[in-house]
């Protein structure tokens, strides 16, 4: 079981970036993979990013591709979401998740960071 919280979320303007971090604690972090997901009032939660328990790969949803990075760090037990580009419609909350290796299913949630981007 692993616990996870997001930070680095805030105000940016349209062009701006931004850096989101999900800390995590728990035993052998490296044998989870973690997702960026994301949640805009009255919209349902979406998918936006996925790395591999080894970082080996990571996986982007259509409309952020190009513009976001995902990262992590074992060593650190850290995750990052890397925003560049920023536009409005990238306004939301965003959770780190994070589902064991042989899981289809992200089991651990964070509690959300806001990232709010102005035009």
């Known amino acids: 079981q692993v616990h996870l919280a997001e930070s680095g979320g805030g105000l940016v303007q349209t062009g701006g970036s931004l850096r989101l971090s999900c800390a995590a604690s728990?035993?052998?972090?490296?044998?989870?993979?973690v997702g960026w997901f994301r949640q805009a009032p009255g919209k349902e939660r979406e998918f936006v990013a996925a790395?591999?328990?080894?970082?080996?790969?990571?996986y982007y949803t259509d409309s952020v591709k190009g513009r976001f990075t995902m990262s992590r760090d074992n060593a650190k037990n850290m995750v990052y979401l890397q925003m560049n580009s920023l536009k409005p419609e990238d306004t939301a909350v965003y959770y780190c998740?994070?589902?064991?290796?042989?899981?289809?299913?992200?089991?651990?949630w964070g509690q959300g960071t806001q990232v709010t981007v102005s035009s």
């Open positions: 790395i591999r328990w080894n970082g080996g790969s990571s």
């Open positions: 998740a994070a589902k064991y290796i042989d899981s289809q299913d992200y089991n651990y």
């Open positions: 728990g035993r052998t972090f490296s044998s989870y993979g």
